[in-house]
């Protein structure tokens, strides 16, 4: 799924590095999830249920809409 793909080098590109360890971790952990899944977050259509989750997607969507929140 490129266009995922695009968005998360967009992310290791712009906010990775300010991650705290954990959400570094969470990070890590999320790329073994369905592609769908992860999209789905991304483009804000569904939220995970765990807060460092909904956290690390949130950066996520912010570096792929120009935000900063770091």
């Given at each position: 799924?490129?266009e995922l ?66």
């Amino acid at each position: 799924m490129s266009e995922l793909e695009l968005q998360l080098l967009r992310f290791l590109e712009n906010g990775f590095s300010s991650l705290s360890e954990e959400e570094k971790a969470c990070y890590e952990d999320m790329l073994s999830l369905e592609d769908w899944e992860i999209f789905d977050w991304v483009q804000g259509r569904e939220m995970p249920k765990g807060e460092i989750e909904r956290r690390v997607v949130t950066q996520i969507r912010e570096a792929n809409s120009g935000l900063k929140s770091w």
